[in-house]
């Protein structure tokens, strides 16, 4: 490694925050990962259209979506609202 890449190495260790988390983010971060963990839980079809619905940066329309899954566009309303029971029975407890 070149003398340059270790001065950036210590650049950025200088600005390492080393303080806990506040409880607030903690809990968050904790239940984003809870969430995570119910989605894993469901079917493939069921991670799948989640993930297409909530987790896609650029948002699909239901035409894409029924596209990509080979469904129709009047299943995918049902079949989040099945999907997000599941997750729901999943989380219960845990949130």
């Given at each position: 490694m070149t003398e340059?890449?270790?001065s950036?190495i210590?650049?950025?260790s200088?600005i390492?925050?080393?303080?806990?988390i506040?409880?607030?983010?903690?809990?968050?971060l904790?239940?984003?990962q809870?969430?995570?963990?119910?989605?894993?839980s469901?079917?493939?079809?069921?991670q799948?259209?989640?993930?297409l619905l909530?987790?896609?940066?650029?948002?699909?329309?239901?035409?894409e979506?029924?596209?990509?899954?080979?469904?129709?566009?009047?299943?995918?309303g049902?079949?989040?609202?099945?999907?997000l029971?599941?997750?729901?029975?999943?989380?219960?407890?845990?949130?």
């Amino acid at each position: 490694m070149t003398e340059g890449g270790d001065s950036e190495i210590e650049s950025l260790s200088s600005i390492v925050d080393n303080r806990p988390i506040p409880d607030a983010e903690r809990i968050a971060l904790e239940q984003e990962q809870l969430v995570r963990e119910g989605i894993v839980s469901l079917s493939e079809r069921c991670q799948e259209l989640i993930t297409l619905l909530f987790y896609k940066k650029e948002e699909s329309s239901y035409v894409e979506i029924a596209r990509r899954m080979n469904m129709p566009v009047s299943s995918i309303g049902p079949t989040r609202a099945r999907c997000l029971e599941k997750l729901k029975k999943a989380l219960e407890g845990k949130l």
